[in-house]
């Protein structure tokens, strides 16, 4: 079993700046791929960003580019971030960490993600 836990969503005005944590627990790998995602009201769940293992390669959907950063921490145990700058009310959604065990290529499907937090709301005001 692998335990996700984000932290971190709140609400901020547009313009301003949130970092989302997870710490990841139970039989996790440092290995692993890490995503975000997110699922607003009445939408489907969407990709957000993805970091491999060692955070050295990286994906961002179109919509965050040049806003949000996903970056990891391996030391001890795996906690992945994100950095999300310049939020826009179409930003505000439901924010999920989710796992993808050990592999090379970095998944931007949810399919392929077989373990979830529980989510963390993040709310942007106009």
């Known amino acids: 079993q692998v335990q996700l836990v984000e932290s971190g969503g709140g609400l901020v005005q547009a313009g301003g700046s949130l970092r989302l944590s997870c710490a990841a627990s139970?039989?996790?790998?440092?290995?692993?791929?890490m995503g975000w995602f997110r699922q607003a009201p009445g939408k489907e769940r969407e990709f957000v960003a993805a970091?491999?293992?060692?955070?050295?390669?990286?994906?961002y959907a179109d919509s965050v580019k040049g806003r949000f950063t996903i970056s990891r921490d391996n030391a001890k145990t795996t906690t992945v971030y994100l950095q999300m700058n310049n939020l826009k009310p179409e930003d505000t959604a439901v924010y999920y960490c989710?796992?993808?065990?050990?592999?090379?290529?970095?998944?931007?499907?949810?399919?392929?993600?077989?373990?979830w937090g529980q989510g963390t709301q993040v709310t942007v005001s106009s």
């Open positions: 139970g039989r996790t790998s440092s290995r692993d791929v």
């Open positions: 970091a491999s293992w060692n955070g050295g390669t990286t994906y």
């Open positions: 989710a796992r993808a065990s050990s592999r090379l290529r970095v998944p931007v499907q949810a399919y392929e993600y077989d373990y």
